[in-house]
C-alpha cells in the first residue's frame, strides 16, 4: 500500500488515479495529522510526500515506511536539497510525477 501527502488537490487526484492503474492501493490525504494516522494504521510499504508539506514532524512519521519519495516544483531547490539531506533520495519535479510513479511502485514494491 502507498499513502500520499499532498497539498494540492489536483495532485492528489492524479496520485491516486496513477497509484490505481498501476494496481497498487493507495490512500492520498491532505494533512499531516491524517498522514500520520494512516501511516500508524496501515503500515504501509511506500509513502510519496509533497516536498512542500516536509518538515521535521514529516519526516518522523516516514522514518518507518521503507519506501520514500517527494515530488515538488523544480524551482525550489531548497525543499529537495532539505529532502536530500534527511534521507530522502527518490526526488521528482512536478512534471516527471506521472512519468515515474508508476515504475518507482512497482520496482521497489
Known sequence: ?????VHDLFFAARIQTL???????????????????LVADAEPSHA???LEMVDDAVL???ATVPHVAGFGP???RENFLSARQHGIRTLWANSAL????PSW???TG
Open 1 to 5: 500500500m502507498m499513502v500520499a501527502l
Open 19 to 37: 497509484a490505481e492503474a498501476s494496481g497498487v492501493a493507495a490512500r492520498v490525504v491532505t494533512s499531516v495529522k491524517e498522514f500520520e494516522t
Open 48 to 50: 510519496l510526500l509533497d
Open 60 to 62: 518522523l512519521i516516514v
Open 74 to 76: 523544480h524551482v525550489q
Open 98 to 101: 506521472a512519468e515515474r510513479l
Open 105 to 107: 511502485i512497482q520496482t
